[in-house]
């Protein structure tokens, strides 16, 4: 049984309060870090490393700099994780208003068996149940895909 850890990746603070309100109100046990860059999402994860235990999701925004549209730390932190081999214990939701067809092509390119889906926040309404069932597939299942 995994302990429900969950590392939210995200530069906004309303969309951290709806995830964790929308994910603990399904599972109140649920333990969700939030980091709002790509440094803190770094030293975050590597203070779960030296505990033994790493989050078995990353909920990721692409761009973790509001006024940067084109800005994609949150695809540089999934190469992070890719690159020492950390997503085989960690999957990975995206989750962007940053999601574009140009996005989309590169993210599943290059990381199609490391993201376990793809969520656009401007459609995230007609979403919640679905992204709520991929999250819980996450936590059973550390490593869950959908490909």
């Known amino acids: 049984m995994t302990l429900g850890v969950i590392l939210h990746v995200e530069d ?18 649920l333990i969700i870090q939030s980091a709002k860059s790509l440094k803190e999402a770094r030293l975050l994860y590597g203070d779960f490393l030296l505990t033994g235990h790493v989050p078995e999701l990353v909920i990721l925004d692409i761009s973790l700099v509001m006024e940067n549209k084109n800005d994609k730390s ?3 932190f999934a ?8 997503t085989e214990k960690t999957s990975i939701i995206i989750l962007s208003e940053n999601v574009n067809i140009e996005n989309l092509v590169e993210l599943f390119r290059k990381y199609k068996t490391t993201v376990a889906d793809v969520f656009r926040k401007g459609e995230f309404r007609d979403e919640i149940d679905r992204f709520v069932e991929t999250v819980l597939k996450c936590l059973e299942k550390p490593n869950y895909k959908i490909c």
């Open 74 to 76: 949150g695809i540089e």
């Open 79 to 86: 190469e992070t994780l890719i690159s020492f081999g950390l």
């Open 12 to 29: 906004d603070d309303n969309w951290i309060e709806i995830i964790k309100k929308l994910l603990q109100d399904k599972k109140p046990n």
